[in-house]
Antibody, heavy 121, light 108 residues
Framework: QVQLVQSGAEVKKPGASVKVSCKAS????????MHWVRQAPGQGLEWMGIINPSDGSISYAQKFQGRVTMTRDTSTSTVHMEVSSLRSEDTAVYYCAREVAAGTVAWFDPWGQGTLVTVSS | SSELTQDPAVSVALGQTVRITCQGDSLRSYYASWYQQKPGQAPVLVIYGKNNRPSGIPDRFSGSNSGNTASLTITGAQAEDEADYYC???????????FGGGTKLTVL
C-alpha cells in the first residue's frame, strides 16, 4: 500500500537548522509531486512548498523562500525538508503529503504521520 | 487572492445534516479538496474533485461547488465525524497551494 513514513521528533535551539525526511513506498516515487505542510500547536494547516521528485524542481510559499530547502533522493525514494534559522514560531508538526492529479484536479493522499519539531532554548 | 475562508466552528445534532463551506477566488478555477483531522492524527482526504470520495470514506460525505464557494456536506452526522475539517486548492496562479483556516465540527 502507498505509505509515507517520516523521521522522528526533533528538539532544536533557536538559530539552528532541522532536516525532516519522508520515505515513500508502494508506488513509483518519481511519478507524483510531494508537498510539505506544517501545523503549529492549536493552529491550522499551512502549505510550505512542493517538490517534483522526477527532476527536483521546487516551488515554495513566499513566506518560506530563503529559509526552507526541499530535496529528494531517488535512490531511497525519500524527500527531505530543511528549515534554517529556526525560531520559536517554527515549532510545529511538519507533514509530507503526496499529490495525486487528474488533469487540473489534484489532491493530497496519503499524508505522512507528521514530525514534531520543537524550537526551544 | 490566495486565501480560502472557512467558518471557525460549526455544530450539528447527531443524525442531522451539516454543511461546511470554503470561499475563495481560486475556487472559480480549481476544485477544493477536503480533509478531516482528528486530534493527534494526520489529515485524511474525504472529498476531492467535483464530488469524489476515496475508498473507505462513508457516503454520508459529499461535496459541491458554486462560484467561489466549495461545500462539504455530512448527511446524518455521526459522533465519529467530530473533527477539524480543512479545504485546500491551488491558488489563483495555479502554481502554489493554499489551505482554509479549518472548521471545528462538534456533533451534539
Amino acid at each position: 500500500q502507498v505509505q509515507l513514513v517520516q523521521s522522528g521528533a526533533e528538539v532544536k535551539k533557536p538559530g539552528a537548522s532541522v532536516k525532516v525526511s519522508c520515505k515513500a513506498s508502494g508506488y513509483t516515487f518519481t511519478s507524483y509531486y510531494m508537498h510539505w505542510v506544517r501545523q503549529a500547536p492549536g493552529q491550522g494547516l499551512e502549505w510550505m512548498g512542493i517538490i517534483n521528485p522526477s527532476d527536483g524542481s521546487i516551488s515554495y510559499a513566499q513566506k518560506f523562500q530563503g529559509r526552507v530547502t526541499m530535496t529528494r533522493d531517488t535512490s531511497t525514494s525519500t524527500v527531505h525538508m530543511e528549515v534554517s534559522s529556526l525560531r520559536s514560531e517554527d515549532t510545529a508538526v511538519y507533514y509530507c503529503a503526496r499529490e495525486v492529479a487528474a488533469g487540473t484536479v489534484a489532491w493530497f493522499d496519503p499524508w505522512g504521520q507528521g514530525t514534531l519539531v520543537t524550537v526551544s532554548s | 487572492s490566495s486565501e480560502l475562508t472557512q467558518d471557525p466552528a460549526v455544530s450539528v445534532a447527531l443524525g442531522q445534516t451539516v454543511r461546511i463551506t470554503c470561499q475563495g477566488d481560486s475556487l472559480r478555477s480549481y476544485y477544493a479538496s477536503w480533509y478531516q483531522q482528528k486530534p493527534g492524527q494526520a489529515p485524511v482526504l474525504v472529498i476531492y474533485g467535483k464530488n469524489n470520495r476515496p475508498s473507505g470514506i462513508p457516503d454520508r460525505f459529499s461535496g459541491s461547488n458554486s462560484g467561489n464557494t466549495a461545500s462539504l456536506t455530512i448527511t446524518g452526522a455521526q459522533a465519529e465525524d467530530e473533527a477539524d475539517y480543512y479545504c485546500d486548492s491551488r491558488d489563483s496562479s495555479g502554481n502554489l497551494w493554499v489551505f482554509g483556516g479549518g472548521t471545528k465540527l462538534t456533533v451534539l
